[in-house]
């Protein structure tokens, strides 16, 4: 695997995790089920997966630009 291609694998599973938690929350917000264990539960998981998500973009080492393997 090139590096770009390691680079979206990881993204992608850190973008699936990220939308799951963001699902779950807003499935409880539209059943107004705002308090307790599941809403502690899920705001807690949607909280670190946007953490681990930012950290990874804000930790990221572009390529060089004359990488043919870079994104474009």
């Not at 599973?13 to 539209?30: C, F, G, N, Q, R």
């Not at 264990?37 to 060089?64: C, G």
């Amino acid at each position: 695997m090139t590096t770009t291609d390691d680079f979206r694998f990881h993204a992608h599973e850190l973008i699936v995790d990220l939308d799951a938690a963001t699902t779950e929350m807003m499935k409880l917000i539209s059943a107004h089920q705002l308090s307790g264990p599941e809403w502690e539960r899920v705001t807690q998981w949607q909280h670190d997966a946007y953490e681990r998500w930012m950290t990874y973009l804000n930790a990221r080492s572009y390529p060089e630009s004359g990488d043919t393997n870079a994104p474009h």
